[in-house]
């Protein structure tokens, strides 16, 4: 009966019909094809009118050189730890294990600010962050990172170079694609969790001024988001958090999303916290699962005797969706998946 469910709510729960064009695409970028790892944090979201954002670059990507990246519109960060910001980044696809794959350093400016100086995206995050990150572009790219012009109360989504929209808790940016009617609205929200940042990101004499010390620097708040596409489709990005009052008051009662992405890492987070998060609090329809620190699958199938596997159990009702890297699942605006929901 405990495998009948498992295999049920990790069933496809869509409609077996050719995806239409107001679809979001989402598209996780792993270490290794076809897999759900250790590493995994970084997905590209698509809206139907063609802005695409990149949440959480972390460790799983090449560089700014990476084929599977295409456009980047939009760069989401939702804190500075260095999974996430990406003091390292994937050597190659598939080089190492799907738990312990291999990795090269992004010393010293980040994985992040690497792929942002490549693909002339606006930078959405928390104001100390978006300060940061424009420093280190500007060291890759030999020239100043502007802030983002919004005409009209929007940000273009074609950049002609990288530039930053600093936001604080709650604020809200709107992205929006060339002659669309509508733009992408992402909101930050509050996570319950931190934000400092390893030494080795710093500047020599800041790290020789925090060294005695054994302490770092805080790059502010850490965050979710909140991305409202223009299908009607609103996601809950939980960046990594545990359990907090504003999953039921600000996110569920306010924003209403009807997907979450959740981020399971250990650090953050138990399977029974994060069920609770999903079942009794966000409700949304159907969730994804991501940033898992360990290898979830085996060709492609959820392994058991996994904290994910505990996890999905536990979800009520829904489908419970796994990132695997380069499986591309398309969601309507009820977060309904319509294809590629194996």
Known sequence: MKLLKLGIALGCACAWTIA????????PLGTH?????????????????G????????????????????????????HAHTDHIGDQKLAALNDGT????????????????????AKNPS?????????????????????????????????????????????????????????AANGVEITTVFASHDSTLIRELLTDAQQKALAPDNISVSLGAPSGYIVKFTNGLKVYLSGDTGL?????????????????????????????????????LVQPAAVIVSHPNEGVTSGGKLKAGTRTSDFAYRVRGKPVYLAVSGRTLEFDGSATCVAGCN
């Open 51 to 78: 802005v695409r954002i990149l949440y959480d670059v972390g460790q799983s990507v090449m560089g700014g050189e990476d084929p599977r990246l295409g456009t980047i519109h939009v760069v989401l960060l939702t």
């Open 98 to 117: 799907c738990e312990n794959p291999k990795l090269v350093s992004a010393l010293p400016n980040s994985n992040t600010a690497e792929v942002a100086a």
């Open 33 to 49: 094809e076809g897999e759900l790892c250790s590493r995994d944090r970084a997905i590209i979201f698509e809206d139907p009118t």
């Open 123 to 179: 930078l959405i995050m928390i104001r100390n962050m978006a300060f940061f990150l424009a420093k280190k572009i500007q060291n890759i790219r030999g020239k100043p990172t502007g802030t983002c012009a919004e005409p009209g109360g929007a940000i273009a989504a074609v950049q002609p170079a990288p530039c930053i929209a600093p936001v604080e808790l709650g604020g809200m940016k709107i992205v929006k694609a060339a002659g």
């Open 244 to 280: 907090h009052s504003e999953m039921k008051t600000v996110i569920h009662d306010f924003h209403r999303p009807n997907l979450a992405v959740l981020n399971l890492g250990p650090n953050a987070i138990d399977p029974a916290a994060a069920a609770f998060a999903i079942n009794d």
């Open 20 to 27: 239409g064009a107001q679809t979001v695409k989402v598209t």
